[in-house]
């Protein structure tokens, strides 16, 4: 059966973690509730997507997809152009910037030397906050899966065998070798920043133009301003070539993969669990005995809806607030920053 924990305060909540972020191979899964509030939750589009298709209203669906794609184009053309920042994209950004420095403290400081300082963040959301939150703190590693072995290029080509590589720093008189922390950012539903370049997958650091409101009229542009984009679409279409099947079902193993290391702690955050493939995904890993699921439940309410979905699961912790209060992304993380001090003292 899965474990509630319904937390008043942020010490109850470190005596359940600290153990696993001590010991365990760190992971954590983010949704879009992490956005907020710059970006609005993708809530049901997926479901509302498949009935128009299945109605036979593909360019409707299509128009749809294009707006819910422009909503988060919009905060990465703000990212990259604008020297001030609206208060709720400033917002965001800060809490995606606490969020990593937070994980590459605990990777520094704990205490067990035989686990790698390496934790991976799942992602299933199209924008660039990790991306622009790690470009402004120079001394964390964020390793995005593409070779940037190559030198100066916008065409850096996407290579999961980067993923979980480890970096050491040496001493210059000693030659002790240390572990530099780092963390890995694996998005199976692609990204903003991804495109198609012949036959691979690479890195493209320019923004899509979004589409004049005549040209959303247009069933050619459409189609074209879609294709410019590599991400899996939130319906049952998902997948409109080979290239995106393969990278998609890549990431998806990887992320199989991690949960089935010995003593794997996922945490979830923002996240409904409403894509079956990593629903089921997630379930089959759960087999194994020494993982733990760790998920924060943003309001009360939403405890039942994990109730529902791990109901069965005895290695399912599920730490929620009480009614009235939120766990948001500002909770999480003032929830992360008191276990530093288990960490370090530990």
């Known amino acids: 059966m899965v474990q509630f924990h319904i937390i008043n305060n942020d010490d109850e909540t470190v005596k359940v973690l600290a153990p696993y972020i001590q010991s365990g191979n760190l992971n954590f899964l983010i949704g879009s509730g992490a956005s907020l509030p710059a970006i609005k939750t993708a809530g049901n589009i997926e479901k509302k997507l498949d009935k128009l298709i299945k109605d036979g209203k593909t360019a409707?669906?299509?128009?749809?997809?294009?707006?819910?794609?422009?909503?988060?184009?919009?905060?990465?053309?703000?990212?990259?152009?604008?020297?001030?920042?609206?208060?709720?994209?400033?917002?965001?950004?800060?809490?995606?910037?606490?969020?990593?420095?937070?994980?590459?403290?605990?990777?520094?400081?704990?205490?067990?030397?035989?686990?790698?300082?390496?934790?991976?963040?799942?992602?299933?959301?199209?924008?660039?906050?990790?991306?622009?939150?790690?470009?402004?703190?120079?001394?964390?590693?964020?390793?995005?899966?593409?070779?940037?072995?190559?030198?100066?290029?916008?065409?850096?080509?996407?290579?999961?065998?980067?993923?979980?590589?480890?970096?050491?720093?040496?001493?210059?008189?000693?030659?002790?070798?240390?572990?530099?922390?780092?963390?890995?950012?694996?998005?199976?539903?692609?990204?903003?920043?991804?495109?198609?370049?012949?036959?691979?997958?690479?890195y493209n650091a320019s923004a899509v133009q979004p589409l004049m409101p005549a040209e959303k009229a247009n069933p050619a542009k459409v189609s074209e301003y879609l294709s410019k984009h590599f991400l899996i679409m939130?319906?049952?279409?998902?997948?409109?070539?080979?290239?995106?099947?393969?990278?998609?079902?890549?990431?998806?193993?990887?992320?199989?993969?991690?949960?089935?290391?010995?003593?794997?702690?996922?945490?979830?955050?923002?996240?409904?669990?409403?894509?079956?493939?990593?629903?089921?995904?997630?379930?089959?890993?759960?087999?194994?005995?020494?993982?733990?699921?760790?998920i924060f439940a943003y309001s009360h309410d939403d405890i039942d809806l994990y109730r529902a979905k791990f109901d069965k699961h005895r290695n399912v912790s599920v730490i929620g607030p009480p009614a009235g209060t939120n766990i948001d992304f500002l909770r999480l993380n003032n929830i992360l920053a008191a276990v530093l001090p288990e960490i370090k003292n530990g």
């Open 60 to 202: 409707e669906a299509d128009c749809e997809m294009i707006d819910f794609i422009e909503t988060i184009g919009k905060t990465y053309k703000q990212l990259n152009e604008e020297a001030v920042y609206p208060a709720d994209l400033d917002e965001t950004l800060n809490n995606y910037r606490r969020f990593i420095s937070t994980i590459d403290q605990i990777l520094f400081y704990r205490k067990n030397e035989i686990l790698p300082r390496q934790a991976t963040i799942f992602s299933t959301n199209y924008d660039m906050f990790v991306e622009f939150a790690a470009s402004n703190l120079p001394s964390i590693i964020i390793n995005d899966g593409f070779d940037r072995s190559s030198g100066q290029s916008e065409n850096f080509a996407f290579a999961p065998e980067k993923y979980f590589d480890r970096t050491y720093r040496a001493s210059s008189l000693y030659a002790r070798r240390v572990e530099i922390p780092t963390i890995n950012l694996i998005k199976p539903h692609g990204s903003l920043n991804w495109t198609k370049r012949g036959s691979n997958l690479v």
């Open 234 to 294: 939130p319906n049952f279409r998902k997948f409109h070539e080979t290239l995106m099947e393969r990278v998609y079902y890549d990431l998806l193993r990887l992320f199989s993969k991690s949960m089935e290391q010995e003593n794997a702690a996922l945490m979830a955050f923002g996240f409904s669990f409403s894509d079956e493939h990593i629903l089921d995904i997630t379930k089959r890993a759960l087999r194994n005995p020494t993982s733990q699921l760790i």
